[in-house]
């Protein structure tokens, strides 16, 4: 381990290209993923990045908003960030669906979904009655009823695929772990239908290639950076990028550590402030002192 750790903080230097999570990572807000903050680095981060011209996105599993009104949201606590600086799962879902052929979309979401997928053509439906679509995609939905599961059932029923947005339980607050939809919702059409869900967010591939295609940079020169070990880390892995651990959000060191070999991240850090200072050359001894131990594989 020790002598593969100078290899990924070299690669860490050499990347390309960024693709960095957003709730745990960059910020913690509350439960309803509103009142931001940024988490210690995340700004310094950014702009030395920005500054060095080395491309980055954020990539959140949130769909509470359209991807430029995070952006805008970021913006407003201090991120340099341009309108297409992030990416939701609305973003590789609208790529899967084009790739497809599918324009007749059920969606159980909000605006942060249906805002989106409408702008780019795609016939938006509520989950209701019985019409005939062409998939079902599923998001951030708190109004969530059994009115609507019945709906989505006999969209599945009728032929169609489901789309999930996450299939993460938990998403990373200020005030702990916060319980998503995408995944509970899912698991209910599941277990009526026998459906397999397709995810379209973190960690499919699908997130990944949208990241690397809007950096205009190779999988494998990018660095992923994020909090969750069932996210970010076998996401990075299945697309040969760098895996980047952080200790802020849903995971910590030894949640990392416990993980099977092949879903280890490449380098495990306190937070975004030790990355910033091992990216710019600083001593590992200095990085080491701050939380849990740098580890790298």
């Not at 997130?207 to 190779?218: D, F, T």
Request: net charge positive.
């Amino acid at each position: 381990m020790a002598d593969e750790l100078p290899a990924a903080v070299s690669r860490l230097r050499a990347a390309g290209g960024f693709v960095l999570d957003m709730d745990g990572t960059l910020v913690l807000g509350d439960r309803r993923n509103h009142r931001l903050a940024p988490l210690p680095g995340a700004l310094a981060l950014t702009r030395r990045l920005r500054r060095g011209g080395v491309p980055f996105v954020v990539l959140t599993n949130g769909t509470t908003r359209t991807p430029p009104q995070y952006a805008a949201t970021l913006r407003d606590i201090g991120f340099d960030l341009d309108a297409d600086g992030v990416l939701t799962p609305v973003s590789s879902a609208i790529e899967v669906l084009r790739r497809r052929r599918q324009s007749r979309v059920m969606v159980l979401g909000t605006g942060g979904l249906t805002d989106p997928l409408e702008e780019a053509g795609v016939e938006v439906l509520p989950p209701s009655g019985r019409p005939r679509v062409d998939a079902v995609l599923v998001g951030w939905y708190r109004e969530f009823t059994m009115d609507a599961l019945e709906s989505a059932c006999h969209a599945v029923w009728d032929g169609a695929p489901l789309y999930s947005c996450s299939q993460s339980v938990f998403f990373a607050t200020a005030d702990g772990r916060a319980m998503g939809t995408s995944r509970a919702i899912s698991a209910m059409v599941r277990s009526l239908t026998g459906c397999r869900v397709q995810v379209v967010g973190k960690p499919s591939l699908h997130a990944l290639r949208s990241a690397g295609r809007r950096l205009g940079v190779r999988l494998g020169e990018l660095a992923v950076v994020g909090d969750d070990p069932e996210l970010e880390v076998p996401m990075a892995h299945r697309g040969r990028s760098l895996a980047v651990a952080v200790g802020t959000g849903i995971g910590d060191g030894d949640a990392f550590a416990g993980q099977p070999e092949a879903r280890r991240p490449h380098l495990s850090v306190p937070g975004v402030d030790a990355l910033l200072a091992l990216y710019e050359g600083a001593p590992d001894r200095s990085v080491r002192g701050r939380g849990p131990r740098l580890t790298g594989r």
